[in-house]
């Protein structure tokens, strides 16, 4: 195909220069996907600990590469929709297939049936969460709170039959496990307020740097020495606090009805909104927020 020497800006157009800040997240991204399909395949050759593991590995890039596109302005549409993709295929269809290689195909058709059930019900989640990223009728304060478990969240929580069972504890009756797959994908497509916190900011003073990064350091190495401790004993405190979020959600909603029930002129002095520190309407739309 000849372009037209007499419009030369065609050219230009076609093969414009795409800003490395662009390209950085999305790559990020696509080794969150590398680590979920590796997942898939590790638990067919039945190597379970390494393919919970990739699925570990991939929820922390999934932590990660939102927070870097936005300091760095990187994101872009391409890569809200990859972002999407990514976590479909981790934290839905690989959790999903571990579970049901590890212990769920003892049911047969019902343990495939529970499986599926829960990759079905990441994707709900995640097309519903696309979905209401532009609400108008959102509150302010519901910017700090997920609709339903997220899908990195659930995909974390969903192996904890798998981490009981690595740290030598009797390994639960496979209708159980199938019982709590299916309890974590209602979470996931649920209305269930989920406390997230993604638009408070938090800021160490400088006498609390270094503290701050000795108690990171000290995290992971915790995590790496003994991960099915530490990965049950968070998904059990997690699940403890869905209850919390439950609450703080209605009161501010009770607060926010009360506020607007108060007739116009009745007071002088402006009423805060019931918000957390730091939300603004531009967080409204954050794009990505995964696991979100």
Known sequence: MQID?????LRRRRFRQIPVRLLVPNVIT??????????????????????????????????????IARLIKGQSKFGAELDSLADFVNFG???????????????????????????????????????SIDDPNKPAFAANYFTGVPAPAGAIT???PVYLGFLGI????????AFYTLLIAFLMVSRLPVFSGKTMRMRVPPEMLLPVFVSV???????????????????????????????TY???????????????????????????????????????????
């Open 5 to 9: 020497s007499k419009h030369p800006e």
């Open 30 to 67: 696509l080794l969150a996907i590398c680590a979920g399909l590796t997942a898939i395949r590790l638990s067919t050759e039945g190597r379970m600990e390494l393919a919970v593991a990739a699925i570990v590995f991939a929820a922390a890039l999934d932590g990660i590469d939102g927070r």
């Open 93 to 131: 269809v690989a959790p999903g297939l571990i579970l049901y290689f590890w212990q769920l195909h003892e049911l047969g058709n019902g343990g495939w049936i529970a499986a599926m059930v829960f990759a079905i019900s990441g994707g709900l989640r995640l097309a519903r969460f696309n979905a």
């Open 158 to 160: 969903v192996l904890l």
């Open 170 to 177: 009797t390994t639960p009756p496979t209708m159980l496990t």
């Open 217 to 247: 350091v000290f995290f992971i190495a915790l995590l790496v020495s003994y991960p099915w401790h530490i990965l049950s004993a968070g998904s059990v405190l997690y699940l403890i606090s869905l209850p919390w979020g439950w609450k």
């Open 250 to 292: 209605r009161d501010h909603a009770r607060a926010a009805e009360a506020q607007a029930a108060v007739p116009a002129g009745a007071s002088t002095s402006p009423t805060p909104s019931p918000s957390y520190p730091g939300v603004t309407e531009a967080d409204h739309d954050d794009r990505p927020a995964r696991l979100n």
